[in-house]
């Protein structure tokens, strides 16, 4: 079996994804946030496929090249509720479920088989959940602030122009994290991409 290999400590991570972006439906939702959310870039916005960790850029492009040689087509999603992710009591990702999203698991799966043996990492066997991350909650958030995060995240169940929105994806690219962070810029670089048919 293909163990994990050993990498140097902090080294930014990698993962193989589907670009969403700045989408208008993600802005919609983010303006009811309460204070202490915190929106991702834009450019940081994926469906996460294959997450590779911190495996060097020659392994982190052979994943990508590996997962970009499938017969990829563009798909389609229907968003859902947004809920927590993370542990259980110190949850700081707030993501959107993906619905109707056969085609997007089906895509996780291939995807993190083949970029798993390319970057010679140990392979993922958790069953595949298709999410959006928008937004982050500081991890040291109080109970109240926790609480109207959920709150904000409920409200989305009986949204109607929410829950009826489709996404498309049609786009796989290869991001890594930045080294250094700068406040109000992407965390992460886009380093390949290619174009679904």
């Known amino acids: 079996m293909t163990q994990r290999s050993e990498v140097p400590r902090g080294r930014p991570s990698s993962f193989v994804a589907l670009v969403v972006g700045d989408a208008p439906w993600r802005r919609a939702l983010l303006e009811g946030r309460p204070p202490r959310v915190r929106a991702l870039h834009p450019d940081d916005v994926h469906v996460t496929l294959a997450f590779l960790g911190g495996v060097s850029p020659e392994r982190a492009r052979a994943a990508f090249d590996a997962a970009a040689a499938l017969p990829l087509r563009a798909m389609e999603a229907r968003l859902g509720a947004i809920e927590p992710r993370g542990h259980e009591a110190r949850w700081t990702a707030l993501s959107v479920l993906l619905e109707d999203a056969h085609a997007v698991a089906d895509a996780m799966t291939r995807v993190r ?40 995240a409920q409200r989305t169940r009986g949204d109607r122009a929410h829950t009826e929105t489709r996404l498309r994806l049609d786009r796989l690219a290869l991001y890594t994290g930045r080294a250094v962070k700068e406040a109000g810029a992407p965390a992460y670089d886009v380093i390949a991409e290619r174009r679904l048919p």
């Open 113 to 152: 088989d083949v970029a798993s043996a390319a970057a010679e990492i140990a392979p993922e066997h958790r069953a595949p959940l298709p999410h959006v991350t928008i937004a982050r909650l500081h991890a040291k958030a109080s109970p109240t602030e926790r609480a109207a995060a959920l709150a904000w």
